[in-house]
């Protein structure tokens, strides 16, 4: 009987030796600011590295939108301003990438399919808004440059006017492009009657590459590159659930 209640007493200790325990959680606290919002909320440690969450909060947070920091084009001084100063301006532009590439390259980012995703078309995004900044610098003193552009196949038909050895022919591509843009407008009248002033002016051609260079092939580059807006939501309400016991502290709209 001793024996037994020794073996009994052994197989007990075996079953309850090999149940494993219960799951724990090392909740860590997490503070990140959105567009409007002071957020306070807990992460699993044991599922996530700190690097990992400061990596795709960097991504949503500071690396999606604009990244270089540059003059538009708007008025015929600013226009002089950018050929004169072209080298200067590509001088710039080229530290903010280099600066910024360095950080964007390196960010560790949690390993899942979304985050590695979106990391991704952070730096597409980001190569290709280099690119277009670049291209339209140079192309405000050389319009014929957009023949080599990286968007060519995508704004074909707005490079080919503004590189075409024929002004008449980006004349009417731009008055094309403004009466389209004019139906959108609050006042289309006011911009047809703005458009026909410049034509008259002297300088209408650099009126011309203004907007055909700065708004026309600008937007259609930009446009093919950007991601669409529902999928932004998406991937910020997937960030937000990483967090338990989430606060959110936000300004009025």
């Known amino acids: 009987m001793e024996k037994m209640m020794v073996g009994l007493s052994l197989a007990l200790s075996a079953i309850v030796w090999g149940q494993k325990g219960p799951v724990k959680t090392n909740l860590t606290p997490y503070s990140y600011q959105t567009f409007n919002c002071d957020n306070k909320g807990y992460f699993d440690a044991s599922k996530y590295e700190i690097e990992e969450i400061d990596g795709v909060n960097k991504l949503l947070y500071k ?53 590695k995703k979106l990391h991704e078309n952070a730096i597409q995004t980001f190569e290709n808004e280099y690119e277009l900044n670049k291209e339209e610098i140079i192309a405000f003193s050389d319009p014929t440059t957009l023949k080599n552009s990286r968007f060519y196949e995508t704004c074909r038909e707005s490079i080919d006017a503004i590189s075409s050895p024929d ?13 389209l843009k004019s139906k959108n407008n609050a006042d289309p009248k006011g911009v047809m009657n703005r458009f026909n002033a410049k034509m008259e002016d002297p300088q209408r051609e650099d009126y ?8 026309s092939f600008h937007n259609c580059a930009n446009s093919s590159f950007r991601q669409r807006r529902d ?9 937000d659930r990483i967090f338990t016991k989430l606060k959110k502290n936000c300004d009025e709209p």
């Open 63 to 115: 690396f999606n939108g604009v990244h270089f920091d540059t003059n538009p084009i708007f008025k015929l001084s600013s226009l002089e301003e950018v050929r004169r100063n072209k080298d200067q301006h590509l001088e710039n532009l080229e530290r903010q990438y280099q600066e910024k590439k360095e950080e964007l390259y390196s960010l560790k980012v949690i390993n899942q399919p979304v985050w």
């Open 208 to 215: 011309a590459l203004i907007d055909m260079i700065g708004l």
């Open 231 to 239: 999928d932004e939501g998406t991937v910020y309400k997937d960030f």
């Open 167 to 179: 002004r008449e022919k980006m004349f009417a591509s731009w008055k094309t492009y403004t009466e």
